[in-house]
């Protein structure tokens, strides 16, 4: 069996990074684990993540930062980004960046298509 | 043809281009000394009651900077009458006050009300000898006070316009940051209310899966929508009751309350909270005044208190709790160990919407209403709240403070007993 596809949940709510994991791991994904874009940043840089859902407000440093940093760096910008936050207003400006923006509440059945669409891409 | 210069026009020239008190001063000071070829000028401007001898230009001083009542004086009198006065002689003309005139070197004056219909200054001319003002003198003075009694009135206009200006931007700039407050309030609510909503809805989705859930995840979804749905009820209720309070429509209803008690039961409250941040709660030993107010009421002014306090605390910090009675006053202060409040941020603590983080990396959830709501009931109660942080660091205390409730008089008691051994017996 091929090793599982590995995707990075950056998100600061305990308890909705709990369930999208448990939910992701239901799928089938291996599921990493952030809590701010300053450690989804390096869980990219040393577990090379498949993909990406990014949440936009977090403390220490916010997912749009965080994804302008992915952009930025050679090894990391080809990581495709689905952008899931309860304020999709606030990255209305740097739609490009990402690969999708959704917006909470999200169904779980639209993560795991929109998840299946970008890594397809 | 040679150019002649005239002192008049160059005077009314430079007046009508004057934009400040200051400057009609300087001008016609200069001018009207040269016009008049007077040993000395000063210019006199009213002030409710009192004249102010406000410029002068003279061989010698006169009464530059001095105020005097306007019944005492000839520039006063000239005001009050709207008329100017032409005197040859001062000591032979009782409305010259001596005493005043004996230090200078003034014998005659010229005194011109400036503004004839309602006297606004008065320009005065001096002589050293006893001169009586020829009528030409009296026409340039004449020409002069006209110019200068319009070039105050530009003055005045131009002060008006700028602080009718002035107040425009005020009123625009706060409305703006109003209207930017309310923006950036709808945005935070609408994440607020957004997060919790998507943990039940992913949570549900999990539950509906086919397979079946073991006992202990089911244990756990349960807890997790409970809390989330808990939260979200939190914010409805605090979005009512601020919007309430902002309508004045917010009310208690008022019993007998013990403030040791209500305090036992809000700490007992707040251990879960404290439990899961490591944070050491505690009542210190105090008093237990009884106050007027609404049980309810105040159990949620001091939940959004302890609750606050342990928000903003680090783990494994302390939140202290004590009431204590200072003559007519209760005083319940909750205080913390955590970093404190910024100075400038400690006069906005209780406002609407506030939150002293702002922007997408703020480490605390919330809508900042809790104490904003505190702050309300706190007036309902007739009491007050107040902040204090002494520096970074150094934590933060939060003070309510209340009426003690009168304790009932010992006569009336007395009275009350022995009216009742009076009623007949059924």
């Known amino acids: ?121 | 043809m040679e150019l002649v210069r005239d002192p008049l026009l160059d005077a009314v020239t430079a007046l009508a281009s004057a934009r400040d008190e200051i400057t009609v001063c300087a001008i016609v000071r200069r001018a009207a000394r040269e016009l008049t070829a007077a040993d000395g000028v000063t210019f006199v401007l009213r002030q409710g009651s009192h004249c102010y001898y406000a410029d002068e230009d003279a061989i010698a001083p006169l009464w530059k900077g001095r105020r005097f009542p306007l019944e005492s004086c000839i520039s006063g009198w000239t005001m009050l009458n709207k008329r100017y006065a032409a005197i040859p002689d001062i000591y032979a003309d009782e409305r010259i006050p001596h005493d005043a005139y004996r230090p200078t070197f003034v014998k005659s004056l010229l005194m011109m009300p400036v503004r004839r219909e309602d006297p606004i200054a008065a320009i005065g001319a001096y002589w050293a000898r006893n001169h009586l003002a020829t009528p030409v003198e009296i026409g340039v003075l004449q020409s002069l006070a006209d110019a200068a009694s319009l070039a105050l009135n530009n003055v005045q206009l131009n002060t008006d316009l700028k602080a009718a200006l002035r107040q425009e931007r005020d009123a625009r700039e706060s409305a703006e940051s109003s209207n930017k407050l309310k923006d950036e309030f709808l945005a935070l609510l609408s994440h607020e209310l957004r997060t919790p909503l998507h943990v039940i809805n992913n949570w549900l989705w999990q539950l509906r899966q086919g397979t079946k859930t073991p006992p202990d995840v089911l244990r756990k979804a349960l807890a997790v929508i409970e809390r989330n749905t808990a939260l979200q009820a939190r914010l409805v209720d605090d979005l009512l009751d601020v919007s309430r309070a902002a309508a004045g429509k917010l009310s208690i209803d008022s019993k007998l309350v013990d403030l040791g008690a209500l305090c036992v039961t809000a700490v007992d409250n707040g251990q879960a909270a404290a439990r899961d941040k490591s944070i050491a709660l505690d009542l210190l030993p105090g008093d237990s005044p009884r106050i007027w107010g609404d049980p309810d009421r105040l159990h949620q002014v001091l939940w959004n208190v302890i609750s606050n306090a342990i928000k903003f605390s680090d783990r494994g910090g302390r939140v202290d709790v004590h009431v204590a009675r200072n003559g007519p006053r209760a005083i319940i202060s909750v205080k913390d160990n955590g970093p404190g409040v910024a100075p400038d941020f400690l006069p906005h603590m209780f406002d609407r919407f506030r939150q002293a983080e702002g922007g997408m990396t703020r480490k605390q959830g919330g809508l900042g209403l809790g104490l904003t709501i505190v702050r309300e009931l706190m007036a309902l109660h007739g009491g007050t709240v107040s902040a204090d942080s002494p520096g970074p660091n150094q934590g933060t205390t939060i003070r309510l403070e209340f009426a003690v409730a009168e304790p009932p008089k010992p006569g009336s008691e007395v009275l009350g007993e022995a009216l009742r051994k009076l009623s007949p017996v059924h």
């Open chain 1, 1 to 121: 069996m091929a090793n599982p596809t590995k995707v990075l949940i950056a998100e600061d709510y305990d308890d909705a990074r709990d369930i999208m994991t448990m939910i992701l791991q239901s799928a089938g994904f291996e599921v990493l684990e952030a809590r701010d874009g300053l450690e989804a940043l390096d869980a990219a840089r040393t577990k090379k993540p498949a993909v990406i859902v990014m949440d936009m407000f977090m403390p220490n440093m916010d997912g749009l930062t965080a994804t302008r940093a992915l952009r930025d760096e050679p090894e990391l910008r080809r990581i495709p980004v689905i952008a899931q936050t309860a304020q999709p207003a606030v990255i209305s400006g740097s739609r490009e960046l990402f690969d999708a923006v959704l917006a909470k509440p999200c169904s779980p059945d639209l993560l795991l298509r929109t998840i299946s669409e970008v890594l397809v891409r």
